[in-house]
């Protein structure tokens, strides 16, 4: 309860301060529990329709059978991407959040169990977040490798407008670089950008169409 005016805003901001840092020791736990097996746990970030299934699908062409490769798909509602996934030829598990639009830890936690029940080793668990550009980043999941993607269609402006979301990114990938000629989109300034808000990041360029970029992601990734 808030002193000066009686309103419950104090009690919003413990009970979020709470929910983030419990949120983030079931986090640290699934990064323990993936590096017992030397597994690299990586969660993809973007607006609904950037390209995340399309640039797994293409990964996995490309890394099995060399790796192992297991895959946590969040959606609102249907497994389609997790079928996707497994029409390829890798594990896959879904999460449907029945509305939530992002996911958190413990969902992550109970699907490394699903999919550790499949298999018992895995060189690399992706993570697909939830279609969402915002919520999903307030939420570490214990990843070792965070990777925010913008795809071409959606414009270059997209990294000035949700920095919080690159903030803590490993990796910002450019998709559907294909499809340049087709948009005014600016990668020069949506690199400056990203690269303003937070100058660590890797950005690559992908399509995942063509394969352009792929081998330089499969790098990034540490394959
Ligand atoms: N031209 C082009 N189209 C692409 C590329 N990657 C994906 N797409 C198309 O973009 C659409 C969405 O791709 P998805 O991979 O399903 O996108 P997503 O991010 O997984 O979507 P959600 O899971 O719904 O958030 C599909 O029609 C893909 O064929 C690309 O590199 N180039
Ligand atoms: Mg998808």
């Known amino acids: ?133 915002v919520c999903p980043a307030s939420f570490y999941l214990g990843e070792h490798i965070r990777c925010v993607l913008v795809s071409v269609p959606e414009g270059s402006d997209k990294p000035a407008k949700y920095p919080t979301t690159f903030k803590e990114a490993d990796i910002f990938a450019i998709t559907k670089v294909d499809l340049l000629s087709f948009f005014d989109f600016s990668i020069e300034e949506a690199r400056k950008e990203a690269k303003r808000i937070n100058p660590q990041v890797s950005v690559i360029e992908i399509s995942a169409k063509t394969g352009d970029g792929i081998e330089e992601w499969i790098k990034a990734l540490g394959f």
């Open 1 to 133: 309860m808030c002193d000066t005016c009686g309103c419950e805003k104090k009690r919003t901001v413990d009970l979020e301060r709470s929910l983030f840092s419990k949120n983030r020791e079931i986090g640290e736990a699934n990064r323990k529990f993936v590096e017992k097996y030397g597994t690299k746990l990586i969660n993809l970030i973007s607006a609904p329709g950037s390209g995340k299934t399309t640039l797994l699908e293409a990964t996995i062409e490309r890394l099995l059978p060399s790796y192992s490769i297991g895959v946590i798909e969040g959606d609102i509602e249907t497994e389609r991407d997790a079928e996707r996934i497994r029409r390829k030829g890798a594990e896959a598990v879904q999460i449907t959040t029945g509305g939530a639009c992002h996911l958190d830890a413990n969902l992550v936690h109970k699907a490394l169990h699903r999919l550790f029940e499949k298999r018992d080793k895995y060189d690399l668990i992706f993570i697909e977040n939830v279609g969402n550009l």
